[in-house]
């Protein structure tokens, strides 16, 4: 009976973590994936264990401070179970880690302890032009592309003409820089020629992940050089214009890097600048904010927009105000499979936005450099079309700097309150009077006596 009390009195439990990985470790940003911990019983009685939460390093690198999964699961003496952790996003660049990884109570820091880290890749462009307008057929304007990488890297700046006959002779249409590294920023230019109507073309930056290459990022700037002189074929005189989208894939050659000849009518329509409409919010007015999707994770996917639908959605500024935006679809084009919007702050300017099945737009609302918002269409038909919204990691950040802002004044003016009733309540009774039957009971007492 002792010696089957001692055993009882030995048997443990030990749960730790035996392995962990991460499904794909080179990431872009704002892209989801996945990691898996092998959690083991190394003692000698059955286990159980209910939630292990994976945290992130101290470079607060995932858009959340804490990942939890609910497992409910009963491990025998000297089994194991694999836990995953999905879901998760990073909304910064660089070569991060985790910090630890807790099973119920008790914390494992085995993903420290082997320096187990993930690359998150991105690439952001800077286009610059030497002059915003060239005579036709002999003027030139150099076009300078800065590129600054996050993550370890290969990166190839490519270039091309979408319209107007300008060229770039016999110059590269691509550059490759290999082994870059989280933050290092490159640059490459070209010398263009302009044609005899407006020239539109595109600067893109691709970047892949390094050393295995299963992480892709590009981001890609369009921008107009106006013609100027009596050959000029273009009757806009709209000065220079950007846009910007964000996709995957890359691009290489050399040569011209564009065709010859003259734009054609449509052409140069579409360069006129539009005029916005007036428009403000009203009953048929789509919010954002209402969609569980795009306040849970940063995206909405909206169908069925027809010409003249309003949508609105609250944007953080980095001094943590809260704006106001309207989005207003203008136009559907199936033909050219293309949707024009035009975009403002209540109460402000409008600006006009073009996106295409192939060409998502990226928005700076706050105009600091960093993009905030990302637009894509992914479906049209005649007279509809669905836009797929996305916050970017920027757009998320100064959010919950927000919500931790409004929670810690919110615990503040919390403990205000009931400070102050403590107050009044110390105040009331050090100064009440004695009640009046107290008092004729203490006269009867004294008469008596």
């Known amino acids: 009976m002792i010696l089957l009390l ?32 092998t959690v083991e019983n190394s003692g000698d009685e059955t286990g159980s264990l209910t939630t292990a939460t994976l945290y992130p390093d101290s470079g607060n690198w995932l858009e959340a401070s804490s990942y939890a999964e609910v497992t ?32 119920d109570e008790v914390s494992d ?50 270039f091309s003409v979408t319209s107007g006959g300008c060229t770039i002779g016999t110059q590269a249409s691509s550059a490759s820089f290999t082994d ?50 009596s050959a000029c074929t273009t009757t806009s005189t709209s000065s220079s214009s950007s846009s910007s989208s964000s996709s995957s894939g890359t691009s290489s050659g050399s040569g011209g890097g564009g065709g010859g000849g003259t734009s054609t009518k449509e052409e140069d329509d579409e360069e006129i600048p ?78 006009e936005i073009q996106i295409s099945l192939s060409t998502p737009a990226e928005i700076d609302l706050d105009k600091d450099g960093s993009i905030d918002l990302k637009i894509s269409l992914t479906e049209i038909q005649e007279g509809t079309a669905t836009i797929s919204f996305e916050k970017t990691s920027t757009f998320i950040a100064q959010e919950q700097q927000l919500m931790e802002k409004r929670k ?22 050090l100064t009440r009077k004695p009640h009046k039957k107290e008092e004729g009971n203490h006269k009867k007492y004294y008469q008596n006596n």
């Open 6 to 37: 001692l055993h009882v009195a030995a048997a443990t439990v030990t749960l730790e973590v035996t392995a962990f990985n991460c499904s794909p470790d080179e990431v872009a940003v704002t892209e989801d994936f996945s990691c898996t911990a």
């Open 72 to 103: 409910n699961t009963n491990i025998n003496s000297g089994a194991s179970t694999d836990v995953v952790f999905e879901g998760l996003r990073a909304q910064k660049s660089g070569e991060y880690g985790f910090s630890r990884i807790t099973l």
């Open 109 to 158: 820091t085995y993903p420290a302890d082997n320096s187990i880290e993930v690359n998150v890749i991105d690439a952001i462009t800077v286009v610059s032009q030497s002059a915003g307008s060239a005579v036709a057929s002999t003027g030139t304007v150099d076009a300078s592309a800065q590129v600054t990488v996050g993550g370890n890297v290969d990166l190839v700046i490519s």
């Open 180 to 229: 870059l590294s989280d933050g290092q920023s490159v640059s490459q230019t070209w010398a263009i020629t302009m044609g005899t109507s407006n020239c539109v073309y595109s600067i893109s930056s691709a970047a892949t992940s390094n050393p295995s290459g299963t992480a892709t990022k590009t981001d890609s700037t369009s921008k107009t050089i106006t013609c100027s002189g």
């Open 274 to 351: 539009r005029t916005a409409r007036e428009y403000t919010k009203d009953d048929t007015t789509i919010d954002l904010n209402e969609y569980e999707s795009w306040r849970e994770n940063g995206r909405a996917n909206i169908g069925n927009l027809i010409v003249g639908q309003t949508l609105v959605f609250t944007f953080v500024t980095p001094t943590l105000k809260e704006q106001n935006w309207i989005f207003y679809v203008e136009e559907i084009d199936p033909e050219n499979e293309k949707v024009i919007l035009f975009l403002k702050q209540e109460d402000g300017e409008a600006v």
């Open 408 to 429: 810690w004044t919110g615990l503040f003016i919390t403990i205000g309150i009931l400070f102050l009733i403590l107050i009044i309540g110390i105040t009331y009774f």
